[in-house]
């Protein structure tokens, strides 16, 4: 090894710098999820892509793993849908407007959106939309590079259906959007079943088809098989993948899956990268 | 002591060593106990700590040491599944044990490390990073594999896309002084698990203790030009041929000693999830994580988020994680590994089988420290050859 010579200056690991940011606005989605708005209390807001992870921490608790799921494009705020689970995520979806929490990040790879000329089919299980909006809003944006747009968004039930009030507005901008739920429910007069059935039913898979999932583990897979039995290949399924994280910046072992570091091979990965672990329980 | 003398300069002119007379550079020195105390202090001189293996609370440990007085002379040790014992030989020899459950790990990723300290003050917060000094260190003792495990976490923690700036800094302020193993556990399987039991890389000075019918002498080489320039400031004197010859017989009869191997087709066997004796591991682990802390390459941290008790400061430290907690894996509602069974499936197909996957090596250096400081002696070379071992077709 080299001659022991220590730098000159101690330093700092900059991925462990927090940026402090201030919540501008909290929003009341489905029981239990709050979408978090907010902005930097210096400086711009961070450049971040679709299906990004920022490290999201509520002081002296601990930091949880949230992706950001505003539009890239929006320039005046990032907004962090949190799920009421542990005590971290407890603190952070009781912060109040003029409340300060802070971000690290953004890390991981991002949903590829190259897909020029593609059907475009985008699943997605209960709060598992929260990482795709962002790739709705982009797919939106440039409706015109695809051949077609279609999200299937399922819930247990219909008031857990995450962004409901925006599915109109997209629609109109060209992403035809099946609803479902688990159960029927009265009053409910939509579909009722899983999302990898209704993608089965919607025969919405093909060769040409390009895929966005995100869900809880078995979701994920079930649709990813219903993808791939109708013909589309499995590279071109994308799935997120969410497991503890520490770090964020793959030094500290938390997120493996199997081969996986989940902060740097993912959280978007190839279907077929996960398709032998996501089956193993507890990996 | 004179007889020695009279032997180098014999030496010196007659016989060739193996460092060539004549003002060639020498490769390999004698010491003796004298020198050796001499070349501690000057490590001393040259860096701001000097650490060595010293027998405390009934264990080798690797700690700060002031002189070559509080180097272990006369102990040795027993290990086996679920055990250690220090014991006292009566010898003069200082380096004549096996490994303790110190690595380098805890020098180059201690087991705490401050990352930030954060003030709320009227809702405001104020962020304090932690800055990472820039001490110099010499550590005497690291053995063939510890240098092994160096680089392989090494490679975890600074190989990737980010390096940690905290590890990059503790391994830049690190000089080594490698000593040969003379007495291996019989925990350890270094020579199928890694490369020891002799050091042939990674250090800037490597040592061997030579049991010598005329007395104990070290036999000093350098691999790198910091090492010798401190070696060649002692003068010593160019070690001759016989030395050397024994030397090798030394070595050549502690490659006997390794009972324990680990099998060819671990990465492999690892993988298989299914196994039923995951379970049967599972029965007799207590996943108390001794294993992981013991363990030179696991490198798993945590952030851990302490306010303080005016409820206005925080600090955060990160601190060695174990993939044996349940906290380890906890996500939203609870933890994904709950079983004990998946949990050591997870720490022993990582180190092992993934490993190879994300930094293109084997995680394990062959050390057996996990074997010794396991409370139920649960041995992974054991457990290897059982998941390698055919399942009934109903089992
Ligand atoms: S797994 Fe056990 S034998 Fe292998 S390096 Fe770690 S502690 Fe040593
Ligand atoms: S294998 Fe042994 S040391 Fe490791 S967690 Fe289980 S009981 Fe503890
Ligand atoms: S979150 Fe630390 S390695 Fe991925």
């Known amino acids: 090894m080299s001659a022991v010579a220590p730098s000159a200056t101690p330093t700092a690991d900059p991925l462990l710098v927090p940026r402090v940011h201030e919540v501008t606005a909290v929003i009341q989605e489905i029981p239990d999820v709050v979408t978090i708005r907010c902005i930097p209390v210096e400086g711009a807001l961070f450049d971040f892509q679709p299906a990004q992870i920022g490290m999201v921490g509520a002081f002296g608790i601990g930091e949880a793993a949230i992706s950001i799921s505003s539009p890239a494009t929006e320039s005046s705020f990032h907004e962090y849908t949190i799920r009421r689970a542990g005590a971290i995520t407890s603190a952070l979806t009781r912060l109040q407007p003029g409340d300060q929490f802070w971000v690290r990040g953004p890390f991981g790879t991002p949903w590829d959106l190259d897909l020029d000329g593609r059907d475009i089919l985008i699943a997605a299980g209960g709060i598992g939309l929260a990482p795709l909006r962002s790739a709705v809003y982009a797919l939106l944006k440039y409706r015109e590079r695809y051949a077609s747009t279609t999200l299937v968004i399922g819930a247990r039930s219909s008031e857990h259906l995450l962004y409901a009030n925006e599915y109109e507005t997209w629609r109109e901008h060209g992403l035809a959007v099946f609803d479902t739920i688990d159960h029927p429910e009265p009053g409910w007069s939509g579909r009722v079943g899983f999302v990898s059935e209704v993608v089965r039913e919607l025969g919405v898979s093909g060769p040409s088809t390009s895929a966005l999932v995100c869900g809880p583990d078995i979701m994920t897979f079930l649709t990813a098989d219903v993808l791939v039995a109708g013909g589309v290949p499995p590279e071109q399924v994308q799935v997120t993948l969410e497991r503890n994280m520490q770090c964020g910046n793959g030094l500290c072992g938390h997120c493996q899956l199997g081969p996986l570091i989940v902060c740097r091979d993912g959280p978007v990965v190839r279907y077929p990268a996960v398709a032998a672990s996501l089956r193993v329980k507890e990996l | ?395």
Request: with cysteine.
């Open chain 2, 1 to 395: 002591m004179r007889r020695w003398l009279e032997v180098e300069s014999g030496v010196v002119s007659g016989e060739p060593s193996i460092g060539q007379p004549g003002g060639q550079p020498i490769d390999w020195w004698v010491m003796r106990a004298g020198d050796l105390h001499r070349f501690i202090s000057l490590l001393k001189s040259e860096f701001d700590e000097v650490i060595g293996p010293v027998a405390v609370d009934g264990v080798i440990r690797l700690r700060p040491i002031e002189s070559a007085d509080d180097l272990p002379t006369g102990f040795t040790e027993q290990q086996e599944t679920g055990s250690y014992r220090l014991l006292e030989t009566g010898t003069s020899l200082r380096f004549s044990y096996g490994l303790g459950p110190d690595s380098l790990k805890s020098i180059v990723h201690p087991p705490r490390s401050p990352v930030w300290t954060m003030r709320r003050h009227d809702g405001t917060l104020i962020v304090d990073q932690a800055l990472h000094g820039t001490t110099t260190r010499a550590v005497i003792g690291a053995r063939a594999c510890d240098l092994r495990a160096l680089d392989i976490l090494e490679r975890t923690q600074t190989g990737g896309q980010h390096t940690d700036p905290a590890f990059a800094v503790h391994r830049q302020g690190l000089f080594l002084v490698a000593i040969d193993c003379s007495h291996p556990a019989p925990t350890c399987f270094c020579d199928t698990g890694g490369d020891g039991p002799v050091a042939d890389h990674g250090y800037d000075i490597a040592i061997t203790e030579l049991d010598h019918p005329n007395g104990i002498v070290y036999l000093v080489r350098v691999g790198t030009d910091h090492g010798r320039s401190l070696i060649e400031s002692l003068h010593l004197a160019p070690a001759p041929r016989t030395f050397l010859e024994h030397r090798d017989h030394q070595h050549r009869s502690i490659s006997r000693e390794f009972i324990r191997e680990l099998p060819k087709d671990a990465a492999k066997v690892v993988r298989l999830a299914d196994h039923p004796h995951w379970n049967d591991v599972a029965e007799r682990c207590l996943t108390c994580g001794n294993c992981t802390a013991v363990c030179p390459t696991c490198f798993c941290t945590d952030m851990d988020d302490i306010v303080g008790l005016d409820g206005e400061t925080a600090t955060r430290t990160r601190v060695w994680d174990t993939c044996f907690s349940m906290e380890y894996s906890h996500l939203g509602p609870g933890p994904h590994r709950t079983s004990p069974a998946a949990r050591y499936r997870q720490w022993l197909s990582h180190k092992l089988g993934t490993w190879h996957d994300q930094f293109g090596e084997s995680g394990c250096v062959g050390c057996g420290r996990c074997i010794t400081w396991c409370p139920v002696g649960i041995d992974l070379t054991a457990e290897v050859e059982s998941l390698g071992r055919p399942v009934e077709a109903n089992a």
